[in-house]
């Protein structure tokens, strides 16, 4: 009896899945540079109107021209020619230095203990450290007044020295304890076996290495220092202690009835300059620190 065998169909092929349609980038980049540029313009108009109204003299201050229809360099030098506006510079530079030197010869220590030792509840340690920088500085102006004003620190280099650390400090040791994480350990660990003692590979193989944070953490600090606002007017009174800051805002015109919009408008941009050239040369240092072990490979 002749048997019939039946092959087996072979199954239909299955749809090939749908593959989301992704936007293409050619298409937005337009978009992404008009959104660039518009952020650009935003934060250079400010700037770009300080520098129209310092170039102004006179009834040309008040009127309101895009720009100055008789630019004059004489706020400028009259600026310059100010003797508490090169004294407060002089006091601006000095805080701001010392403040950034201290920070970072503190920071590195709390930064490696917090990267490198087994300590317990490291991320509570370091979360406490940043919870200082959101305590209200207005808070503590009043009692640091009446403290300073008892023990003689009012009014005196050391006793803006002292509070603009405290609060630099955490911001430095959250930068540099991201950098010395990224420092690999068997470095420091070969130095130790060759009889290095822990200081000594701290001082001369970690501390080498972290030059670009040490860097990226001294621009922040002492930008964060010279621009620093309220403590410096609260704990200051007399122009042979107060910063830049402090004192363009005590700037006074050349009599009651004139406002000194010009002079205030030269000085800020005297002071602010130097500023913005030092971030627009190490911005990229800049973000790599604020960015240092935010991306695990």
Same mark, same amino acid.
């Given at each position: 009896?002749?048997m019939v065998l039946?092959?087996?169909k072979p199954?239909p ?9 992704r936007p293409?980038r *050619?298409r937005?980049r337009p ?12 934060? +250079?108009?400010?700037?770009?109107w ?5 170039l102004k003299t006179?009834?040309d201050?008040?009127?309101g021209s895009?720009?100055?229809?008789d630019?004059s360099?004489q706020n ?9 506006f090169?004294t407060a510079?002089?006091?601006s530079?000095?805080v701001g230095?010392i403040t950034t030197?201290l ?7 709390a ?10 509840r490291?991320?509570?340690? +370091?979360?406490?450290?940043?919870s ?7 808070a /503590?102006?009043?009692?640091? @007044?009446? !403290? ?9 280099l050391? %006793?803006? /020295?002292?509070?603009?650390? #405290? ?5 430095a040791? @959250?930068?540099? #304890?991201s950098?010395?994480?990224?420092i690999?350990f068997?470095l420091?660990?070969?130095?130790? /076996? ?11 193989? !970690?501390l ?9 953490t001294?621009i922040l600090v ?6 620093? @606002?309220l ?9 042979a202690?107060r910063?830049?800051?402090v004192?363009?805002?005590f700037?006074?015109?050349t *009599?009651?009835?004139e406002?000194?919009? %010009? ?8 002071v602010?300059?130097?500023?913005l ?8 240092r !800049?973000?790599?620190g604020l960015?240092? %072990?935010a991306?695990?490979?």
């Open positions: 009896m002749a039946e092959t087996a199954a092929p299955r749809p090939a899945p749908r593959q989301r349609k293409d *050619n937005l978009l992404t540079m008009a959104f660039v540029v518009l952020v650009m313009l935003g934060s +250079l108009v400010p700037f770009y300080l520098i129209n109204t310092s006179g009834a201050l008040s009127s895009l720009y100055p229809t630019p360099l400028y030098l009259d600026v310059i020619h100010n003797g508490n090169l510079l002089g006091n530079v000095l230095v030197g920070a970072l010869l503190l920071a590195s220590f930064a490696y203990a917090l990267a490198r030792l087994k300590l317990s490291k991320g509570l340690i +370091l979360g406490l450290v940043l200082v920088t959101t305590f209200p500085v207005i /503590i102006a009043a009692p640091m @007044f009446k !403290i300073w004003s008892d023990i003689g620190l009012y009014d005196t050391p %006793g803006l /020295i002292i509070p603009k650390l #405290t609060f630099a400090l955490p911001m040791i @959250f930068v540099l #304890t950098f010395f994480r990224e690999p068997e420091e660990e070969s130095a130790l /076996i060759d009889g290095a003692t822990p200081f000594q590979a701290f001082r001369k193989i !970690i080498p290495l972290a030059v670009p944070g040490l860097a990226t001294a002492f930008i964060s220092v010279w621009n620093e @606002f403590l410096a007017v609260t704990l200051t009174s007399t122009p202690a910063t830049v800051p004192a363009i805002a700037f006074a015109g *009599n009651e009835f406002q000194p919009i %010009g002079t205030i408008s030269a000085a800020s941009v005297l602010t300059i130097p500023l050239v030092v971030v627009l040369i190490f911005q990229k !800049i973000v790599a960015t240092a %072990g991306i695990k490979g």
